[in-house]
């Protein structure tokens, strides 16, 4: 990728390959583990982070009241109605899950495929999933209506002597979404076992110690246990890499299996996928350039991880766009009425604008990601990130509200408004979000410090030039 | 736990993996067994050398996964046809497509928590006292930067003076002796 706008010198890029450097020269075992652990374990927290906890925190007990009033007053101070019953609360569930699929894009599948470029970027994706999921899981949750009793979701012995019903689209998501928590609480946390016993050596304070002795569950870098836990690694990505796939292809199942036109389609599963995929790759963006930034990790979290991460978004755009363009074909090509109907509705209805931001956050302004000055441009990829989050909020509100609100029968047609609860309920989870994530950077290692050693260069084991320098000596 | 007293063994500290994964070597073809290396990345060579080849976390795993598959798919099943039975658009009883679904998902779930527990319980975590965390080098470099070998005392070979001298001919940083 050597191209004329890189400079000759800079230190950032490979003269070999000429190819941006994924970790900045110079690094040695002691100064990787200073800079990651340093971040955690200092006593100062920085004036900044107390600003942006502050702020977030306000904007999460939004949702706090509005699910306090939920409570209280049903799911009636919403928007939901006949005929769209299914609001914002599904629109925002499948939002927040497809975030969280960049994050076990990034630690399953490219673990898979070898590219270490990941390793810096790996642990906050990894958070920024599981915060994604308690999001997600929130809205379905409040969205039964008798939230208390939720859990009857699950198969269990009943003195109603009732059992779940496992063909429905509905259950199969419960069974989905919790494997896909769990999951990736579970890989995360073992991913991060061995920072927990650096951090519990490294504690100056006592309570740290305790904490993260706790925590590190007595890791001590034992060859033999590393071997375990490598395979234990390995068998988690590729097993969470199918689990990923499937978690957003159940998800369209709760679409594609209705016979609404709009919804009853092949497509969904592929380009849902690719839609979280993308939508995901966005917001690890979003919090990868401030992070950077704040904390000065320009060295670990460099230009050429917002390259690929471009690239990977550009893909998955363009795989998207083929989604929306195969939607339309299918609409005139199904020669159905009711889904040439729906499409024209969808584009040229009274909700029309709505389809036009998706086509212009979507697919059109991304294409400027085709610039490499976009791409190495973490300003402009800062900004294109939201509108590719806007983007793929405004596909799930297309694919819901637009395909309800005008079905088969004109006398059942109707509209839908959300209301001030609707919005607070939504940005108040964008707050929990970044609360959950400041208290993540702040408390636990966001960077691998054991999967960046293994990147340095003096990590490599060469027994025979040491044979011959020992010859020598 | 039976109380143990004495040495635990001998702590060798190396600068570099290349020459832990000699010592190890020499060690192994010296005769020595029991012993680890404590490295703070994953260094598979030193695994290799010191005669670890194989784990048994890929069957655990193996055997998790097809428990869980077993368990939702059973579980399904007899809810379906014999717990619960529904009639849902005249569909069979036994829809085992719409089974898959679940059945899948707990197959993942099951095998990718053996993985996890199943590699934690093999090695023996969690655990709250390692006699190693007595040793003030290995708390300060095991984790960041520092290699070790660690040659144990209940290896048969294992005597205090020889094995030290064995160990110092690898250019360690230092040998210090381990208490439990």
């Known amino acids: 990728m050597a191209t004329k706008d890189v400079k000759v010198n800079d230190p950032m890029v490979d003269p070999i390959t000429g190819e941006g450097r994924v970790l900045a020269p110079g690094h040695t075992f002691k100064s990787v583990t200073e800079k990651i652990s340093r971040i955690v374990l200092t006593p100062h927290t920085p004036i900044g982070w107390f600003a942006g906890f502050l702020l977030a925190s306000s904007v999460a007990s939004l949702v706090m009241i509005a699910v306090t009033w939920l409570f209280l007053k049903g799911v009636g101070i919403w928007g939901i109605t006949q005929p769209v019953a299914w609001g914002f609360a599904i629109i925002n569930f499948v939002w927040w899950i497809g975030i969280g699929h960049a994050g076990t894009l990034i630690s399953a599948i490219l673990l898979l495929f070898k590219q270490t470029w990941r390793n810096s970027i790996n642990r906050f994706a990894e958070a920024m999933t599981i915060f994604a999921v308690v999001c997600a899981g929130l809205f379905p949750l409040i969205h039964v209506g008798r939230p208390w009793l939720a859990y009857w979701l699950f198969p269990y012995p009943n003195s109603m002597n009732v059992w779940p019903q496992f063909r429905s689209p509905l259950l199969w998501d419960v069974f989905a979404v919790s494997t896909y928590a769990t999951i990736s609480v579970v890989f995360w946390y073992i991913g991060m076992v061995p920072d927990l016993g650096t951090l519990r050596d490294r504690s100056k304070s006592e309570f740290g110690q305790y904490i993260f002795g706790l925590l590190a569950l007595g890791w001590r870098g034992s060859s033999r246990h590393w071997m375990r836990y490598e395979t234990a690694s390995l068998l988690l990505a590729g097993l969470a890499t199918p689990l990923v796939l499937s978690v957003h292809s159940v998800i369209s199942f709760d679409f594609a299996v209705a016979v609404l036109p709009g919804w009853h389609t092949t497509i969904f599963p592929p380009y849902f996928v690719a839609g979280a995929v993308y939508s995901g790759f966005a917001m690890v963006i979003t919090l990868a350039v401030p992070i950077r930034t704040f904390y000065h990790l320009e060295d670990m979290i460099t230009l050429r991880h917002l390259d690929n991460m471009a690239k990977v978004m550009l893909t998955t755009g363009l795989i998207v766009a083929y989604g929306y363009g195969m939607e339309v074909f299918m609409a005139w090509y199904s020669a159905s009425h009711w889904e040439f109907f729906m499409m024209w509705n969808r584009m040229f209805g009274p909700m029309g604008w709505s389809y036009w931001v998706l086509i212009s956050c979507n697919i059109v302004i991304p294409q400027l990601m085709w610039l490499r000055s976009t791409r190495v441009s973490p300003l402009k990829m800062f900004l294109l990130s939201f509108v590719v989050n806007t983007g793929m909020w405004f596909e799930r509100f297309v694919i819901v509200v637009t395909s309800l609100y005008r079905d088969f029968l004109p006398s059942s047609w109707g509209t839908y408004k959300a209301t001030r609860w609707d919005y607070a309920t939504f940005i108040g989870t964008l707050g929990l979000f970044t609360t959950l994530f400041l208290l993540f950077v702040r408390f636990l290692p966001m960077i691998p410090m054991s999967e960046i050693r293994m990147m340095l260069p003096q990590a490599k084991v060469n027994p025979e030039s040491e044979a011959v320098h020992e010859a020598g000596d | ?180």
């Open chain 2, 1 to 180: 736990m039976p109380i143990q007293e004495g040495t635990y063994g001998l702590l060798a500290e190396f600068d570099t993996p290349t020459e832990l994964v000699l010592a190890a070597q020499a060690a192994y073809a010296a005769g020595y067994r029991r012993m680890d290396c404590y490295t703070p990345y994953p260094v598979e060579e030193a695994a290799e050398a010191i005669g670890f080849h194989r784990n048994n976390v890929s069957l655990v795993c193996l055997i998790g996964g097809i428990l869980g598959c077993c368990a939702m798919f059973g579980m399904e099943t007899w809810v379906s046809v014999w717990g619960y039975p529904l009639n849902i658009a005249g569909r069979p009883y036994y829809s085992w497509p719409a089974f898959v679904v679940p059945a899948y998902e707990w197959t993942i779930l099951f095998a990718g928590l053996s993985a996890a527990f199943g590699m934690l319980a093999m090695n023996g975590l969690p655990t709250l006292y390692h006699p190693l965390f007595n040793a003030a080098n290995f708390r300060n470099g095991a984790s960041s930067d520092k290699f070790f070998l660690c040659i144990e005392a209940h290896d048969p070979k294992f005597s205090l003076t020889e094995s030290r001298e064995f160990l110092a001919r690898h250019r360690p940083l230092s040998v210090v002796e381990v208490e439990y």
